[in-house]
Each structure stands twice: as C-alpha cells, then as structure tokens.
C-alpha cells in the first residue's frame, strides 16, 4: 500500500452522498520521485443501512463491505474489507488480503514482487524467491475516530476536519520461516511473519472549489515482531511519515491528489549501511533518525 486510507478522508456529508450516487473506484497510485512506483486498484462497494437512530450522530449509521482487486507492475492481489459506522464520529474496520508476484528484470536492475530477503557470503542482500513461488496475505482490524467541524458549524466553508486511524496487521509469506524477512511490491524486504501496527492523523480544511482540501498528516509504522536482536539494526523503532497533501477535484467522480512527503530514516554508523543486509547494520543510539525527504506521490480518483 502506497498510502493509508486517511489520505481519502471525507467530511461525513460528502461521503454520505459520493456512496449513494457511486458504488466504484478507480484508483491509480503513483510515487512520482525519486523512485517511480505505481499501483492500480479497483473496489466495489456495497452499503447497508444497519442500526441506523434517529439522533444526527446516528442516523447514518452502515456497514460497507469492500472487494478490491490491485496490480503493480511486480505483483497483484485482492482484498476485502468492511467498515462498521455505530456512531458518526467511531468506526471499526477489518479485512484481509492475498497476493502473489514475480521478478522482473530491466537492463541490469530487479524488481522484487516477491523472495526471502537473505544475507550473501559478503553480507549484503540477496533475494531468495522466483516468481509466484508462494503467496504472501494479510488480515487486519482497527478503528477510526473523525471529526468535521461543519458538524456543529454547519456551513460549506466550516469543514475542519481531524481523523486517526489505528490498525493492527498480520502478514504472512507462505514460504518464510518466522524469523526471515521477505519483499513484497518491491519495497525494502524487512517484513516479517507476524504482527504490526499503522496509525495516522490528518487534519485537514475541505473547502467547495477546485482544490477541495489542504491537509496534514503523520503516520507511524512499527514491526511488532520478536526478531531476536531486532534494537540492532533499529527494527524496534517506528517509522515515521509527515506528509503535506493537497486535493483537487476535476470533477464530481474524478480527483487528484499530491503529496509531498518527509520522514524518519534510520541513521546507521556504518558508512557503506546502504550495501548491507538490513540485519547487518547498526543503528547509531545516540541519533537513531535523519529527517529526509522521502517522495512526491499522486493518486487519482475515479468514481462511477
């Protein structure tokens, strides 16, 4: 996943009406630099009405069931997933996914959509695996608290908005053994079998002209695995992800939205960290982050 769902943040109103008039998205995800990766995803939405009050707070109330179907240029993958709404301001979310990739191999550079990440005789990566050699999965739960000062205020220019979004993951690779890393969608190959955690805030201002909302948000990732001596090389540590976001609605079924993104990247004491084994390097203690730029990305919205 390129981004988490707290980059689609709506006020409740708008999302009220985009489900009843479309039930599909089209979604491209593009991190435009300095590495170019892409995605392309298709949902189908289904929404019932389910212990709905009477009060504003819980009128709406619905449980949406999600099918999606996802490929990138080294793997692909469906997921489903359903999102409970008690209350206007809570939601509880759980789904899973599974996929399978494959290698692919341009000029003298690979592409990883899937392999065992190991350690050469040299100490540098090497990754084990062929293509579709076995499948990788997920299943997830969490909560969403949100907020939409409009709700109170109503007017189409009050719409601040905060949601924090809170998940728990397991992930699985069917040929990994539980303490071996491995690739999937050609990221860094440091996921392990086993749980973690995703959470983010945005706050944000929607606003009812062509950039339809300016927003910041930070997300935090953190492997909650066993690894034996994973404060080594800094897997006990969050990643953080602080994000600057603007959305431009073209039109009432198609948006665009820009990211630019910053985050905290591990500082090793070794100097050549970049060429060895993940496992191999050692985090420096005392200055554990450097705060980098990490990309410009885009995604493109298409409801119907």
């Known amino acids: 996943m390129l981004f988490t769902q707290a980059l689609f943040a709506q006020d409740a109103e708008e999302k009220k009406e985009k489900q009843e008039e479309f039930s599909r998205e089209l979604i491209m995800q593009v991190s ?3 590495d170019t990766k892409a995605k392309l995803s298709f949902t189908k939405y289904f929404t019932f ?9 819980t009128e709406d109330n619905n449980i949406k069931l999600s099918l999606t179907a996802e490929v990138t ?7 489903v997933g359903a999102i409970w709404t008690p209350i206007a301001f809570f939601q509880l979310n759980a789904g899973g996914g599974i996929g399978s990739g494959w290698i692919l191999r341009i000029s003298e550079d690979e592409y990883y959509g899937i392999g065992i990440n190991q350690a050469d005789e040299d100490g540098h990566s090497k990754n084990n695996g062929r293509s579709f050699d076995a499948i990788h999965w997920n299943i997830y739960a969490g909560g969403v608290l949100q907020f939409d000062l409009a709700a109170l205020f109503p007017g189409e220019w009050n719409h601040i908005i905060g949601k924090t979004t809170h998940s728990f993951f397991y992930r699985g690779y069917a040929r990994a053994k539980s303490d071996e890393a491995w690739y999937v969608e050609n990221d860094e190959g440091e996921n392990t079998n086993g749980l973690s955690y995703i959470g983010d805030f945005l706050l944000g201002y929607r606003m009812p002209i062509f950039l339809s909302m300016a927003a910041l948000m930070v997300e935090a990732n953190l492997y909650l695995d066993d690894i034996p001596n994973h404060g080594k090389w800094g897997g006990d540590k969050p990643q953080w992800i602080f994000s600057g976001i603007l959305n431009f609605t073209i039109h009432k079924q198609f948006e665009i939205l820009l990211a ?7 500082n090793y004491l070794e100097h050549d960290w970049s060429e060895l084994y993940y496992r191999n390097r ?6 554990p982050y450097n705060f980098e730029f990490y990309r410009l990305a885009t995604i493109l919205t298409y409801r119907f």
């Open 32 to 34: 435009i630099f300095p």
């Open 49 to 57: 009405m389910f212990l709905q009050g009477e009060s504003p707070l």
């Open 73 to 79: 240029p080294v793997s692909f993958g469906g997921l």
């Open 260 to 266: 630019v993104q910053f985050q905290t990247a591990r």
């Open 282 to 287: 050692t985090i420096n203690n005392s200055r």
